[in-house]
């Protein structure tokens, strides 16, 4: 097959290490780590990378997305004459772990537990982030939309209980993601330093990029939502699903 893959730049060494064993013609295309910042302007952003690659002179079979949910930012795209391909990932820290079941595992009762890994490391702006499934289930409305929802003496008690109850969770935890394909560099070392420097509880977590190899290699099964053309992604609040096609 010939694909297109259009991914985040924190995942192109794991992404070229299985774009070059791959059985498939990848062409691959990458956007600034930055742009996760505005999920809005990042879903604008994909969506120019989409109809670009429709628009050229090469047939992919399929268009592959290097993205989990992340934060909406993947709620909202389609295409007109190829699939899209997305894995199941609530955002890229599901990409680094290698499945959503890791995912929930570790971050279930603390979704805003900042990580990093090493491409975010060596990236510029922040070295980590925080998982973005938060926001995107609507758990970091401010005070003021939820006096506005439930009156103000609900309200305060609905902000005040969530807000305390998350934080509490999170802690002052940092996860650093080590993959495999990156150990040799040394940037797990580098974090360690920095928590220290910054009062952090360093927790270590064995990355796989399992879920990157299947998407190069083809292997799209119920861990990837398909996308036919004409269909758009839409965002599915769970713990399976994530997204789906409408």
Excluded at 57 to 80: E, F, K, M, V, W
Excluded at 151 to 176: C, D, H, P, W
Aim: charged share 25%; net charge negative.
């Amino acid at each position: 097959m010939l694909l297109k893959l259009i991914a985040c730049e924190v995942l192109t060494r794991e992404v070229c290490r299985y774009v070059a064993e791959s059985p498939h013609t990848v062409d691959l295309e990458f956007t600034p780590k930055g742009a996760h910042d505005d999920s809005n302007a990042l879903r604008a952003l994909i969506q120019s990378r989409i109809d670009e690659a429709e628009a050229s002179p090469r047939q992919y079979d399929a268009i592959l997305l290097g993205y989990g949910l992340c934060g909406n930012s993947t709620a909202g795209l389609c295409s007109h004459k190829t699939r899209l391909v997305i894995p199941r990932a609530h955002d890229c820290c599901t990409l680094f772990l290698g499945s959503r079941e890791k995912f929930r595992q570790h971050f279930a009762d603390a979704p805003s537990t900042p990580f990093s890994a090493a491409g975010y490391m060596e990236r510029d702006g922040a070295y980590t982030r925080e998982s973005s499934l938060s926001s995107a289930r609507g758990l970091y409305a401010t005070l003021e939309e939820y006096i506005a929802q439930y009156g103000e003496e609900n309200g305060k008690y609905i902000f005040e209980t969530l807000y305390g109850s998350l934080q509490a969770a999170e802690g002052n935890r940092l996860v650093f993601i080590d993959t495999p394909e990156t150990r040799h560099l040394g940037y797990l070392e580098q974090c360690r330093q920095r928590a220290q420097q910054e009062g952090k509880q360093l927790v270590v977590l064995e990355g796989s990029g399992r879920l990157l190899r299947k998407l190069v290699f083809g292997e799209w099964d119920d861990e990837f939502l398909v996308v036919e053309p004409g269909q758009r992604t839409a965002a599915v609040y769970d713990w399976e699903e994530i997204l789906r096609a409408e």
